[in-house]
C-alpha cells in the first residue's frame, strides 16, 4: 500500500535488539554505488532507546537497507538513559541515538562523541499529562509530578515551568522512569506526570480523566534526537557512517512510500498490536537527508542546539559548558544529502 500522501510522522516505542548483519541485497540504484567512500569490514555497534523517532532504524534492519548499503550494524535497545548513555561512555557501543542535551551532557562530561545526524523533532510526543482538576501550568505549584529526571522529561518540564514563572522547587518532584510516570499518573498516584509516546498513549486509554497539558510542541526543536558516533570510531570508519547515513535515508524514504506497513514493523518489532500505536506516530516529525541537512546547514539547529545548553545549564542537568559548535560535525550530512 503507497501511503506517501499522508505525510511523515512517528511517535516512542518499546524494546528488542535488532541484528543486521551481511552484505546481500544490494538496492537497485541503492546508495552504496554513489559512496565516495569504502565501507570498512566489521559491524557497527548502535544504541536505541524505546523512542518511535528512531523508528527508521528498525525499519532499515527488517528491509535489509543496512546490507543494501553495505554496512553491517546491530541495533540494541536500552530501557533508559542511563543505560544507553553509560554504553557509549563505555565503549561497549560506537554510536547512539540520543536527545540533544544528553548529547551536550555527555560531551561537556568528556565523552568523545560526535553529532553528524538530526533525526526528529517531537511535538506532542512529549508532555505533561494532568487531571481535569489541573487547569494550567501555573497550578502545579505543589502538585507531585512523576518524571525521569536528566531525560527530555526534565527538560520539558523545566522549560514548562519557567515559561509560567515557576521553578522545578514549586513543585513535589516524583523521579521515576518515564513508563513509571505514565502508570502513575493514570492510577491516580500523582497529580501529573511528563513522560512520551507511546506511555502518553496508554496513559490516557487508561483514565478518561487526564489530558494533555503541556506538549513539546509549545517549544519547536526543544525535544529532538541526534544520531552520534564516538568520535575515536568515526576517525578509523568514515565509510560505515557514510553508509549507516545512507540506510537512515532510504528507510525514511521506504516509510514515506508505505507508512502502514512501516508502522507495522515497527510495532510488531516491539511487540505491540498491529495499530495499536497510530497517535503515537503523529507525535513526532522525522527528518530525511535533506531535511536534516538543511536544518543543520541552514542555522535552524545551531539556534535550538544554543537554547537546549542554555535550559540546561541553568537546570544543573550540564555542570559544565561546552562548544555546542565543535560537537556538530557537518562534514557526514553534506557528503551524503541529496
Request: charged share 20%.
Amino acid at each position: 500500500m503507497n501511503d506517501a500522501s499522508k505525510g511523515r510522522r512517528f511517535g516512542r516505542p518499546a524494546v528488542a535488539t535488532i541484528a543486521a548483519l551481511g552484505l546481500a541485497g544490494m538496492l537497485a540504484g541503492g546508495a552504496l554505488a554513489q559512496s565516495p567512500l569504502p565501507v570498512e569490514e566489521g559491524t557497527f555497534r548502535m544504541g536505541t532507546e524505546p523512542w518511535i523517532g528512531y523508528g527508521p532504524w528498525w525499519i532499515a534492519a527488517e528491509k535489509e537497507l543496512f546490507a543494501a548499503n553495505g554496512v553491517d550494524a546491530t541495533v540494541t535497545n536500552f530501557d533508559t538513559d542511563d543505560e544507553i548513555n553509560a554504553a557509549l561512555v563505555s565503549g561497549q557501543i560506537d554510536g547512539a541515538n540520543i536527545a540533544t542535551h544528553t548529547a551536550l551532557r555527555l560531551a561537556s562530561e568528556g565523552t568523545p562523541l560526535t553529532i553528524v545526524l538530526l533525526l526528529d523533532q517531537s511535538n506532542a510526543a512529549d508532555a505533561i499529562i494532568v487531571s481535569s482538576a489541573i487547569g494550567s501550568v501555573a497550578d502545579l505549584a505543589g502538585k507531585q509530578v512523576a518524571y525521569e529526571e536528566g531525560t527530555t522529561s526534565d527538560i520539558l518540564l523545566r522549560y514548562a515551568l519557567a515559561q509560567n514563572g515557576l521553578t522545578i522547587d514549586d513543585i513535589v518532584k516524583v523521579p521515576v522512569p518515564a513508563g513509571d510516570a505514565a502508570i502513575a499518573v493514570a492510577t491516580g498516584q500523582v497529580d501529573a506526570a511528563v513522560t512520551y509516546e507511546p506511555y502518553i498513549t496508554t496513559a490516557l486509554g487508561e483514565n478518561a480523566d487526564l489530558r494533555l497539558l503541556y506538549t513539546a510542541g509549545e517549544r519547536p526543536g526543544l525535544i529532538g534526537d541526534v544520531f552520534t558516533v564516538r568520535t575515536d570510531y568515526l576517525a578509523d570508519h568514515p565509510g560505515q557512517i557514510q553508509a549507516l547515513l545512507r540506510a537512515w535515508g532510504d528507510a525514511v524514504g521506504f516509510y514515506d512510500m508505505n507508512q502502514t506497513e512501516g508502522q507495522a514493523i515497527m510495532e510488531t518489532a516491539v511487540g505491540a498490536e498491529v495499530g495499536s500505536l497510530t497517535t503515537a506516530f503523529a507525535g513526532v516529525d522525522l527528518y530525511d537527508l535533506e531535511e536534516a541537512h538543511a536544518l543543520m546547514t541552514g542555522g535552524e539547529y545551531g539556534g535550538t542546539i544554543a537554547d537546549v545548553k542554555e535550559i540546561a545549564l541553568a537546570a544543573g542537568i550540564m555542570a559544565n559548558d561546552v562548544d555546542e559548535t565543535a560537537l556538530i560535525d557537518l562534514s557526514w550530512i553534506e557528503a551524503v544529502a541529496p
